[in-house]
């Protein structure tokens, strides 16, 4: 929290320092062009640009400005170029429609670029049919708030992430929507950032994607129909909290996606109706608590080479399958958790079952070995076989138990 | 065949069978509602228990009443009604009485609870009606087994081998030949395998409730085709109705070349 | 009816009737005619055909082959001339939960022309039982109510398959008087029985199965005088035994 407090300051302490002028931009003014405008303007200014449609190709941001657009003035890039450059630190930007980013397979073209600078403030702006809409580069210390990036992608190769950050350090990104594009959120190389609030839907691959980054938090975000909601690869100390992820349904449709990452928390989520809860793949000393896995195909798939995860005080209810663990892994505990098919009894009344629960059913097995065969969920037949598993374990990993499931959910 | 109907519906609705059997469903949904007080965790557990229950009971029953009443068929025999009108007239009688008995003991305790403009009103439909499509299918089949053997054991021993070859041995049978064909593409054959059943069929319309998160899972394009659109539902609702149309068509042939 | 209706057509006709049950053969080649009013007592051993041709007429049995006709018609595929024939079946069953009034109501539902329930009701003191369940009656009761529902209409043919099985003596009394009555309203009436008094104080004329074959057809008189024996049951085991050497 400290270090934006600490941007903001600087952010504020910029514009104090140096005596600031205001300029405007409309049809009738001195300055009828935003490049005008900026060509103008001495550093610390602050430009406001009246609503309109301007059609400027690209602009360049190189001074430290603060844009503000006033009546949600319109950039229109025709389908072109990239739109806005901000290329100078200490550049606010707030309140405009920048639409028609033209797709291009040589560059990749944004809505707003930040490129090799810091303290930088994004804010409420809409971007429009961009190939990418906000794209950070190199970039530290600023804040990208309240943008919608609203897109129409239809694959993943002809469509661009709707925030793309790469080699950024220290970003806050709030309270965002972004909507139809190939990621909602891209992370790369990126540290010690936080994602919050912000809202994906229908992004045709991520709503949210770190790669190679470290010591980031997101919180609090809704991940809804996506390709899959949140993709974590690669990366060391990932916090995940409060967020919500729904309805990610689809073949390769996870509502997390666990790829080779370590030391992550992962807590106080919601994962609704998704058809896979968390997908886990060689992800180590993972803590998985608290969180809500509510009838989901399968809640959590723990895939090989994961260990030490623990996983505890977590409600299952109602997934078609809470677990399936594809071997045998080593040291990953499961104790603790509410399953709601769990058949069991609490006789010493210390809201912890008597007996431990198996969470992986060998049906879970059998469909991990022939798909197929869902088809037969929920049959007497698969129903007898699950309970003849659950007596005398032969193919379910033995070690998968729960010894001491909760009673009651836990809250 | 309506007088028929009619008559032995009478007289089956007034069975203490029939009032055990609304009965047991009444106090059984009742107690879900009552312990869980949550109607979308009850409709779960009933669409459970209606694809075990409601094709056992109907089975048994439609063979229980065909026999129980042979001798008053006979009488019928004698009387100036074609042949098929009495059979196809005690078959619907059944049916009908096992479907009310499972509606009232269902419904009643549902309604109880404002299931109506919930929004499990839709599930819940779903649920009546599967109860209602197993009674008819197996009550028919339980008939056409019943009218097919003279002798009470094998045919009661015939209808419960049925029943049980749809509920358990023919999942068994074909989860042992997907997990043999696993080099084979089984998507095909797996829906075509469960929609020959109707048991399965109305699992998968229930499935199509509870688990598309699941279902959705799915590689095959088929599948997805199938279980995503409306015409996995179009095709299982038609399906179902020829699975009550098959026996009852069955009723009909064996009944008109049957000696009495 | 007016009587000469009766006489104009053979009230049935059976020609040439073969039915096999599996590998049993239990009619070869039946050909029976029933031309006069009066009773005729279906006689024969058991395994005989008796049940059988009384089934094939009420089209219960379907014939392998041969041609039944009702009052001039081929009955196969039919189902309305059974207006015309009341049948007693051996064992009274009836749906358990209906009232005894329900039952009545469903048989007229099922028949046309106009019923004689209530002097029949009457007759065997049944006004009490009218609301009660058929599962509650007692068996003789439920023979009563099957009487009933047998006689309450004026067909022309009736068809009393063992009428006296399970009787109390008043009951069989009655029954005899209904018998009575019916034949001298010059009906035609089929009786199988085993017993031969019941033959030698009703019957006209004997038909006498025996493997499926029509062994003996004719009157009382001809029956005792072409055997020599005094009574029925004495001829019959005499024509039994006169086959047997």
């Not at chain 2, 199938?226 to 149309?245: D, E, I, S």
């Amino acid at each position: 929290m400290f270090r934006w407090i600490f941007i903001s300051t600087l952010l504020l302490a910029g514009q104090a320092v140096f005596p600031a002028n205001t300029l405007r931009v409309c049809k009738s003014c001195p300055a009828n062009s935003i490049r005008e405008a900026i060509r103008l303007a001495s550093p610390c200014d602050t430009i406001f640009v009246e609503s309109g449609t301007y059609k400027e190709g690209n602009i360049l941001i190189d001074k430290e400005l603060t844009l503000i657009g006033r009546g949600q003035p319109v950039l229109d890039g025709e389908g072109k170029t990239e739109i806005v450059t901000i290329a100078s630190n200490h550049v606010h930007f707030e309140g405009f429609v920048i639409k028609n980013v033209g797709t291009s397979y040589s560059q990749d073209r944004a809505g707003i670029r930040v490129k090799e600078a810091t303290e930088f403030y994004v804010k409420g702006n809409r971007v429009e049919n961009a190939f990418f809409g906000i794209y950070l580069q190199k970039s530290k210390n600023g804040i990208i708030e309240g943008n919608e990036v609203v897109g129409e992608a239809k694959d993943e190769v002809s469509s661009g992430n709707a925030i793309h950050l790469w080699y950024c350090d220290n970003v806050l990104i709030i309270n965002n929507k972004t909507i139809g594009h190939r990621d909602g959120i891209y992370l790369e190389f990126v540290n010690f950032s936080t994602v919050q609030g912000n809202y994906s839907e229908r992004n045709v691959r991520y709503g949210l994607h770190f790669m190679f980054s470290n010591d980031d938090i997101y919180r609090g975000n809704t991940f809804h129909d996506n390709g899959a909601g949140v993709a974590v690869m690669y990366s060391k100390r990932i916090g995940m909290f409060s967020n919500h992820f729904e309805e990610n349904w689809g073949p390769a449709a996870y509502g997390l996606l666990l790829k080779e990452i370590h030391d992550g928390q992962i807590e106080g989520n919601t994962f609704q109706e998704n058809t896979v809860g968390i997908f886990a793949e060689t992800s180590n000393r993972i803590v998985y608590t608290k969180n809500q896995f509510i009838q989901n195909g399968w809640a959590l798939k723990i895939s090989g080479g994961c260990q030490q995860n623990n996983l505890t005080a977590n409600n299952f209810i109602g997934n078609s399958f809470d677990l399936a663990v594809h071997s045998a892994g080593t040291d990953n505990k499961f104790d603790g958790n509410f399953w709601s098919d769990y058949a069991g009894y609490d006789l010493d009344k210390n809201g912890i079952g008597d007996v431990p629960h198996r969470p992986m059913k060998l049906f879970s097995y059998v469909v991990s070995k022939t798909p197929e065969s869902l088809v037969l969920l929920r049959s007497l037949f698969v129903d007898i076989l699950n309970f003849s598993e659950k007596v005398s374990p032969i193919f379910t990993p033995e070690n998968v138990v729960d010894n001491q499931p909760l009673l009651a959910e836990s809250t | 065949m309506l007088k028929i109907l009619k008559y032995s519906f009478y007289d089956l609705i007034r069975s203490r069978w029939t009032y055990s059997y609304g009965g047991f469903y009444l106090l059984f949904t009742l107690s879900l509602l009552w312990l869980s007080n949550d109607l979308s965790k009850v409709v779960i557990s009933l669409m459970n228990v209606v694809l075990l229950l409601c094709p056992l009971i109907a089975t048994m029953f439609g063979v229980m009443y065909y026999y129980n009443s042979r001798e008053f068929t006979e009488l019928l025999l004698a009387q100036p009604v074609r042949r098929t009108s009495i059979f196809l007239g005690q078959y619907l009688g059944v049916a009908g009485s096992l479907s009310a008995s499972w509606i009232i003991g269902v419904g009643v305790p549902f309604a109880l609870y404002g299931v109506f403009g919930s929004e499990q009103a839709g599930n819940f439909a779903m649920l009546l009606f599967v109860g209602v499509v197993l009674s008819f299918v197996f009550s028919a089949m339980a008939f056409f087994i019943a009218l097919k053997n003279e002798n009470r054991i094998k045919g009661f021993g015939l209808a419960i081998l049925a029943w049980l070859f749809f509920a358990v041995i023919y999942d068994g049978l074909l989860l042992l030949s997907l997990s043999m064909l696993t080099e084979y593409p089984l998507e095909k054959f797996s829906l075509i395998a469960s929609v020959m059943n109707p048991i399965d069929l109305s699992r998968i319309l229930i499935l199509l409730k509870l688990d598309v998160s699941a279902l959705m899972g799915f590689t095959g394009a088929v599948f997805r085709k199938f279980l995503g659109t409306g015409l996995g539902m179009g095709v299982a609702f038609a399906v179902l109705l020829l699975w009550v149309v098959g026996p009852v068509m069955g009723i009909r042939r064996v009944a008109v070349k049957k000696d009495f | 009816m007016p009587h000469d209706t009766f006489l104009i057509e053979e009230m049935i006709s059976i020609h040439h009737l073969h039915k096999a049950f599996g590998k049993n053969h239990v009619l070869n080649g039946v050909d029976l005619t029933f031309d006069q009013p009066g009773i005729v007592a279906v006689l024969g051993p058991n395994g005989s055909g008796k049940t059988t041709i009384i089934k094939s007429i009420l089209g219960m049995v379907l014939p392998d082959e041969g041609i039944i006709k009702v009052q001039g018609e081929d009955i196969k595929g039919k189902w309305l001339y059974r207006n015309q024939i009341a049948y007693l079946p051996q064992i009274a069953r009836f749906p358990e939960n209906l009232t005894v009034a329900e039952l009545l109501r469903m048989v007229k539902d099922l028949n046309t022309g106009t019923a004689h329930d209530s002097e029949l009701i009457e007759h065997f003191g049944l006004h009490d039982f009218l609301d009660k369940r058929l599962g509650n009656l007692s068996g003789g009761t439920r023979q009563k109510v099957n009487l009933v529902l047998t006689f309450m209409y004026d067909s022309p043919i009736i068809i009393l398959d063992e009428p006296t099985a399970g009787l109390d003596p008043i009951s069989l009394v009655r029954l005899k008087e209904l018998i009575n009555q019916q034949r001298m309203k010059g009906k035609t009436i089929l009786i199988t029985t085993h017993v031969m008094g019941l033959v030698e104080e009703l019957a006209d004329e004997v038909v006498f199965l025996l493997e499926g074959h029509i062994h003996f057809r004719g009157s009382l008189q001809l029956l005792k005088s072409q055997t020599g024996e005094g009574n029925v049951e004495k001829a019959i085991a005499s024509l039994l035994e006169r086959r047997d050497s």
